[in-house]
């Protein structure tokens, strides 16, 4: 079976800071990662997925994320916050016919 | 290319009442998907049809819950009758015809916000 726990909620930081959004999964399988983000009013946007090539991906805005087999890990991170990256986020493992989300996390970028 | 798109965006309706929910898929995806988010906690599988059958419904969670997706385009979700654990954001999304294992990527929706007062 596969899950994905996030850890916190809600994620606060400042403009031009580091962000780090957590995210440690359970998988019976080689797991397939996946970072999404919700901006207000629209829909879930792929920042980037893990498909077991290189551990180390870069997304889109800025993102990357590092896959840790031995921490089941992979953290997203981006090194300066902008005001706009402002989301929620979610950490999802794809299984079987479906993907299975973390509880997201709300990033809010403190001008 | 348009997204995959859903309407309403927010539904307002009393407990005991009927909600249909729509969801058109990126043209070409055969695959389509609706998903559940109750209020802080994370986003739910419902179902994944193929075309126009049922692949797996087992996230469906009662008989009140209807989905059909006839001719294998758009899908609706109906709500019948509706209780007050059904608010949340039913998310709908698409994947192409080929199922690459865990590789597929899923194109989600904006949304349905479904309020049960």
């Known amino acids: 079976a596969q899950s994905v726990t996030q850890l916190g909620s809600h994620v606060s930081v400042s403009e031009g800071a580091l962000v780090l959004l957590r995210c440690n999964y359970s998988?019976?399988?080689?797991?397939?990662l996946f970072w999404y983000v919700q901006y207000p009013n629209q829909g879930l946007q792929l920042l980037l997925k893990y498909t077991s090539a290189a551990t180390l991906v870069k997304g889109i805005n800025g993102f990357e994320a590092e896959f840790k087999k031995s921490e089941t890990s992979f953290h997203l991170t981006k090194p300066s916050a902008h005001m706009s990256d402002a989301a929620e986020y979610f950490c999802a493992v794809s299984g079987d016919n479906q993907f299975y989300f973390g509880t997201g996390t709300s990033l809010t970028v403190i001008p | 290319e348009a997204g995959v798109t859903q309407f309403p965006s927010h539904s307002v309706i009393e407990k005991g009442q009927t909600v249909t929910l729509r969801c058109d898929p990126i043209s070409g995806h055969d695959n389509l998907y609706w998903y559940r988010r109750v209020m802080g906690k994370e986003i739910k599988f419902l179902l994944h049809?193929?075309?126009?059958?049922?692949?797996?419904e087992s996230g469906m969670p009662n008989n009140r819950f209807l989905a059909e997706r006839t001719g294998g385009t758009y899908s609706t979700l109906k709500v019948q009758p509706a209780e007050l654990e059904d608010s949340g954001v039913y998310f709908c999304a698409s994947s192409q015809r080929i199922w690459t294992g865990g590789k597929n990527i899923q194109y989600f929706g904006a949304g349905t916000r479904l309020s049960v007062l």
């Open positions: 049809f193929v075309k126009e059958s049922k692949q797996d």
């Open positions: 998988s019976s399988v080689p797991p397939y």
